[in-house]
Structure formats: structure tokens, C-alpha cells
């Protein structure tokens, strides 16, 4: 009897194998293995599933990040808020205070130096993380930072993708009295789809290059709406971008009740200044409904007292680097080797890192 059970339970995962390697030959052979949303994700050891956060990088997991944080002695605990941005990709970047850590090319590093020089002696905490926004953003201060660490400023920095971020990987809502909810991260799309990867028994390196587990993955691309509000599905954005606003004021809220001051900083894409030089230039498909945002983002900025608006001019990269320059965005921008984003959503490159935290540092040195 119980050999019996054993002999069809054999069949059944040699068949279910079987289906598999046929599956996977079939896939192949007609080369279907579509691009997936934030694929570098998946099977990245710095990310953690949180059910309050959706991922979280590991560093904020562990209480050696603050102590070594806390032990540093300084006049001015900073903390940088923000995303791949603040966490300074691609250049050289020191994401916490455990050695070795020869060069800090991120704004955050460089606006420490710039404090320091000035004789503000400064602790600046890495907080970036890639492929966020404002939602987690915040709720990374408030349920991991700000318990354990007592910043006297935060800079909390925006990009043009950050009211999509808001849409697609929510961890908030707003409930019927205007006020932001916290929202379970177990439902997201992006959540369960890493909850999969990680599930599938097999190797990393496997998955990786695998075109079924590529289709599995695949299936999650249609639920990115899944958790906007009814109200908002003719217009999914606008809902990000209330999100924001609530954001901005609870952040404010903070800062009044912790005894800190805030900055926010909205830097302005590649395809800002690729746009201003030559009007037909045209943003990347896949990148389009983001083309508003960026002038969207400065409207609810605007009227904070601290917003620094990042646009730089070629009187900025002189400044920095003493050489004269004819185009900002040909100088400030990571080429496509480094940065393999699309051309008009590149990140900075060191010059375009120290122009930011140089203007950074001016507004805390004269406030």
C-alpha cells in the first residue's frame, strides 16, 4: 500500500518535471521571455519581504546600522531620506558605517564632507533606497529610523517616478477623513510576486535565467492597480499624488514633535533638461505618464519654506569642478555603461552628486 502511494507520488513530480523541462524548451524556442517590472529584485540578497514596507533593505533589519550611527560623535545627526537617488547609484557609496568604506561619491557622502568642511561636524545616515517612494519612504522613518535615532535634520528627497511609486507599491491609503492608513504589505502585487520567487526550490542562478519562472513572475504585471481605490482608477495618479501631500504634512508633523528640521529636495530628471535643449525630444515609452510629474511634484512642494528645487545650470558645474561647461545634462548625468536606464532617467554621476549636495549644504549652512 505504501509503496503504491510512494509510486504515484514519483510519477506525479516526474511528470510535473517533465512538464516543466517541456514547458521551458517550449518557451525558448520561441523566445518568449517578456522584460519584468523591477526584475533586478528578484533574488537580490540586501532586499527583505516586511509586511509594513513590502521590501526592505536588510541594513535597516539590524541594530548595528543605528549603533553605528549613534556612536559617531558629531554636532548634527542628518538623515537622508529618499531613493536609488540618495542611495547614490551608481556611483561609490558607503550604506553604513562598518568599515571598509574608502569613497562616498552619494550626495549623502558628499554633503558630510561639505558640512564637516564647514565646521559642522556631521553624521549623515544613508537612508536611500532604490525603487521606492514617498509611501515607504516615510514609513521606513517612522517605523524603523526615527525610533532609533535622533536626527536634528532630515532631507527627504523626490524624484518624477515617486507618484507611480505611490500607485503601484502603496503602503498607505486615504481613509474617509483625509488621513493616510497604513496598508498591509501581503497584498501587494510586488510583495506576493517576491514571496513566489523566493518559494520556487530551486537555485538563484537558475531562476534567474529561467523563461517559466520568467512567465510566473509575469503574471503580476497586471495587478499593479490592484489596490487604488475605486474612486481613483480613471485617474490613478491623482491619488499618488494626495498621498503625497498627506505626506509632506505628517512629515512636518514629525519634525515639529521630534524637534528636527526638514528639507525637501525634488530633483529634476535627465529628460528635463534633454526636453529644454531640444523641444521634440520624445521620453521613453515605458517612462511617458511620468512626464507631468516631475512639475506636479514642485506644485505641492512649492510652499514649503525648506523645498530645494534641483535644477542646475553650467554656473553650478563650474562651481564644482572649475572646468566651464556647455551642456549640464552631457556633465551631470551617468552614461549608459554605468547607469543602464533609459537615456532621460539616468541618475548622476559624481559631478551631478556634488552639485546636488553642494546646493544641500548651502540652504542648512543659511537657513
Known amino acids: 500500500m505504501l509503496l503504491n502511494v510512494l509510486k504515484k ?25 517578456p522584460q519584468l517590472s523591477s526584475e533586478w529584485i528578484l533574488g537580490n540578497k ?16 539590524g541594530e548595528d546600522f543605528y549603533a553605528a550611527y549613534r556612536d559617531q560623535e558629531s554636532d548634527v545627526m542628518v538623515v537622508a531620506l529618499g531613493d536609488s537617488n540618495t542611495d547614490g547609484t551608481p556611483v561609490r557609496r558607503c550604506r553604513d558605517r562598518r568599515p571598509p568604506c574608502l569613497k562616498d561619491d552619494s550626495y549623502p557622502g558628499v554633503l558630510e564632507r561639505l558640512l564637516t568642511d564647514a565646521g559642522i561636524k556631521a553624521t549623515v545616515v544613508r537612508a536611500g533606497v532604490g525603487d521606492t517612494g514617498p509611501d515607504q519612504q516615510l514609513r521606513l522613518f517612522k517605523e524603523y529610523i526615527l525610533p532609533r535615532l535622533s536626527p536634528q535634520i532630515v532631507v527627504w528627497q523626490f524624484y518624477t517616478n515617486d507618484t507611480w511609486n505611490n500607485v503601484s ?85 514629525l519634525a515639529k514633535f521630534n524637534n528636527f528640521r526638514v528639507y525637501f529636495v525634488l530633483i529634476a530628471p535627465q529628460a528635463y533638461y534633454l526636453s529644454s535643449k531640444n523641444p521634440i525630444w520624445q521620453w521613453p515609452d515605458n ?55 533609459p537615456e532621460g532617467m539616468r541618475h548622476f554621476n559624481e559631478v551631478g552628486y556634488e552639485i546636488l549636495a553642494r546646493k544641500i549644504a548651502g540652504r542648512i549652512l543659511t537657513p
Open 46 to 61: 540586501d532586499r527583505a519581504l516586511d509586511r509594513s514596507l513590502i521590501t526592505v533593505s536588510r541594513r535597516f533589519l
Open 287 to 341: 517612462w511617458s505618464s511620468r512626464k507631468g510629474e516631475y512639475q506636479n511634484l514642485g506644485v505641492l512642494l512649492d510652499g514649503q519654506p525648506t523645498f530645494i528645487r534641483a535644477e542646475f545650470s553650467v554656473n553650478d558645474i563650474q562651481d564644482a569642478t572649475g572646468v566651464p561647461a556647455q551642456d549640464v545634462a552631457d556633465v551631470i548625468f551617468a552614461t549608459g555603461t554605468r547607469d543602464p536606464l
Open 9 to 33: 507520488f514519483l510519477l506525479v513530480v516526474a511528470g510535473f518535471i517533465l512538464g516543466l523541462g517541456v514547458s521551458e524548451v517550449g518557451l525558448r524556442v520561441a523566445d518568449y521571455k
Open 169 to 253: 507599491l502603496p503602503t498607505y491609503t486615504i481613509s474617509s477623513g483625509n488621513t493616510l492608513t497604513p496598508l498591509d504589505a501581503r497584498a501587494n502585487w510586488y510583495y506576493r510576486r517576491l514571496l513566489l520567487y523566493n518559494w520556487i526550490p530551486l537555485p538563484s542562478s537558475v531562476k534567474k535565467n529561467s523563461y517559466v519562472v520568467n512567465l510566473l513572475m509575469r503574471r503580476y504585471e497586471s495587478e499593479k492597480l490592484s489596490q487604488v481605490p475605486s474612486q481613483y482608477l480613471n485617474d490613478p495618479l491623482a491619488w499618488g499624488r494626495a498621498k503625497i501631500a498627506l505626506e509632506i504634512e505628517e512629515m512636518q508633523r
